[in-house]
C-alpha cells in the first residue's frame, strides 16, 4: 500500500533559518503530492502541492519539488519566520480505480523557530 | 465561507457514554473524512465516504460508527466510550475529481476526553 515517512522532530531553528523537511513516499502509481499545515489549535491546511513529476509548488515562501526518480517531496523555505512555528504534514493522493482519492498521510514534523 | 464545520468543538465523556460529532460542508464536496489525531501518531483516517448513503471503513475504524444520509453532513458516533479514545478529531471533505486532485479542506478539529 502506499505510505509516506517524514523526518521526525522537532525542527528547532533560530529566525532566518534555512529550512528543510525531508518526505519520502512508496506508492503503486502517480499520486498528487502535498503539504499541509497545522497551526496550534487550528485544522490542517494546504500549503502547496505537486500533480506530477518535477512540478514545483509554492506558497508563502516554502516550496517543494516532486521527485519521482527519487520519490521525494521535500519542503523548503530560505529564511524561516517565527510565524512558521507549526506541524507540518507531508501526503500523497492517489487516483484510485473509479476515480477516488483515499489520501495518505505522514506523521508530521513539528517545528519550532525561534527570535 | 463556512468550509468544513464540526460541532462540538469540546467534549468530555465518561467512559461508556455515547456521543456524535456531527460534520458539515458547504461545498459540495463528494467525499468526507473522520480522522483522529494523537500525539506522534500523526493522522489516522477511522472512516470516509465517497457519496451520500455509502461509507467506508479506514485504518482505525473499531469502537466508531458513520453515516451520511446527506451529502452535506458525515457523522461519527461513538457508542461505548473507551478511554483510548481520547483524541483530537478532524472531519475533512473533497471533490470526486476536477483538478484539485485530493486536496483535503479540513474542520477545525473536536478535542474528546474520555474519563
Known amino acids: 500500500g502506499n505510505s509516506v515517512t517524514q523526518m521526525e522532530g522537532p525542527v528547532t531553528l533560530s529566525e532566518e533559518a534555512f529550512l528543510t523537511i525531508n518526505c519520502t513516499y512508496t506508492?503503486?502509481?502517480?499520486?498528487?503530492l502535498f503539504w499541509y499545515v497545522q497551526y496550534p489549535g487550528e485544522g490542517l491546511q494546504l500549503l502547496l502541492k505537486?500533480?506530477?513529476?518535477?512540478d514545483k509548488g509554492s506558497n508563502k515562501g516554502f516550496e517543494a519539488t516532486y521527485r519521482k526518480e527519487t520519490t521525494s517531496f521535500h519542503l523548503e523555505k530560505g529564511s524561516v519566520q517565527v510565524s512558521d512555528s507549526a506541524v507540518y504534514f507531508c501526503?500523497?493522493?492517489?487516483?484510485?480505480?473509479?476515480?477516488?482519492?483515499?489520501?495518505?498521510f505522514g506523521r508530521g514534523t513539528s517545528l519550532i523557530v525561534h527570535p | 465561507n463556512a468550509g468544513v464545520t464540526q460541532t462540538p468543538k469540546f467534549r468530555v465523556l465518561k467512559t461508556g457514554q455515547s456521543m456524535t460529532l456531527l460534520c458539515a460542508q458547504d461545498?459540495?464536496?463528494?467525499?468526507m473524512y473522520w480522522y483522529r489525531q494523537d500525539p506522534g501518531m500523526g493522522l489516522r483516517l477511522i472512516h470516509y465516504?465517497?457519496?451520500?448513503?455509502?461509507?467506508a471503513k479506514g485504518e482505525v475504524p473499531d469502537g466508531y460508527n458513520v453515516s451520511r444520509l446527506k451529502k452535506q453532513n458525515f457523522l461519527l458516533g461513538l457508542e461505548s466510550a473507551a478511554p483510548s479514545q481520547t483524541s483530537v478529531y478532524f472531519c475533512?471533505?473533497?471533490?470526486?475529481?476536477?483538478?484539485?486532485?485530493?486536496?483535503?479542506?479540513f474542520g477545525e478539529g473536536s478535542r474528546l476526553t474520555v474519563l
Open positions: 475533512a471533505s473533497s471533490r470526486l475529481s476536477g483538478g484539485t486532485n485530493g486536496e483535503l479542506f
Open positions: 506508492a503503486t502509481g502517480y499520486p498528487s
Open positions: 505537486a500533480t506530477k513529476a518535477d
Open positions: 501526503a500523497l493522493s492517489e487516483s484510485l480505480s473509479g476515480g477516488s482519492y483515499i489520501p495518505t
Open positions: 461545498m459540495n464536496h463528494e467525499y
Open positions: 465516504s465517497v457519496g451520500e448513503g455509502t461509507t
